[in-house]
């Protein structure tokens, strides 16, 4: 079963409150992101239940429940915001407000994620979470 044909989006689909844009397919996304000082490799697995794990530069690993793990494919596919917030509203139901907050607060965590020279500049250990999205990753420096 892959993430397109899951429970969830079978169900939507049925109600007719399906995303209008395809979900993306279980397998590895690999993506390069260059900025001032830094450079990452970034891999993103979808596994088919919709999970996923991000590896930055073969040495950070972060594991995502199945909507962090949509948002960070739409992330790292650099789909806008309006865009993402559409889909997210149309395939969880939320409000497009929320939908909009949701993602900008993901955006802004998966930014400093990816980013080495905000991670290596850290002491101690931190820990990224959002309730909302079940997302939890630790860090070491």
């Given at each position: 079963?892959?993430?397109?044909?899951?429970?969830p989006?079978?169900?939507?689909?049925?109600?007719?409150?399906?995303?209008?844009?395809p979900l993306?397919?279980?397998?590895?996304?690999?993506?390069?992101?260059?900025?001032?000082?830094y450079?990452?490799?970034l891999?993103?697995?979808?596994?088919?239940?919709?999970k996923?794990t991000?590896?930055?530069n073969?040495?950070?690993?972060?594991?995502?429940?199945?909507?962090a793990a949509?948002?960070?494919?739409?992330?790292?596919e650099q789909?806008?915001?309006?865009?993402?917030?559409?889909?997210i509203?149309?395939?969880y139901?939320?409000?497009?407000?929320?939908?909009?907050?949701?993602y900008?607060?993901?955006?802004?965590?998966?930014?400093?994620?990816?980013?080495p020279q905000?991670?290596?500049?850290?002491?101690?250990?931190r820990?990224f979470?959002?309730d909302?999205?079940r997302?939890?990753a630790?860090?070491w420096?």
């Amino acid at each position: 079963m892959n993430i397109q044909t899951s429970l969830p989006r079978r169900i939507l689909t049925r109600l007719g409150w399906a995303a209008p844009y395809p979900l993306p397919q279980a397998g590895v996304y690999h993506y390069l992101r260059e900025g001032e000082g830094y450079k990452a490799r970034l891999h993103l697995r979808l596994e088919a239940d919709g999970k996923g794990t991000l590896l930055v530069n073969a040495s950070r690993m972060y594991h995502f429940n199945d909507t962090a793990a949509l948002m960070a494919y739409l992330y790292l596919e650099q789909i806008g915001v309006e865009e993402t917030a559409r889909m997210i509203e149309a395939y969880y139901r939320v409000p497009t407000g929320q939908a909009r907050l949701d993602y900008e607060t993901f955006s802004q965590q998966m930014a400093v994620l990816i980013n080495p020279q905000d991670l290596w500049t850290w002491k101690q250990p931190r820990r990224f979470r959002s309730d909302r999205l079940r997302l939890t990753a630790w860090t070491w420096p």
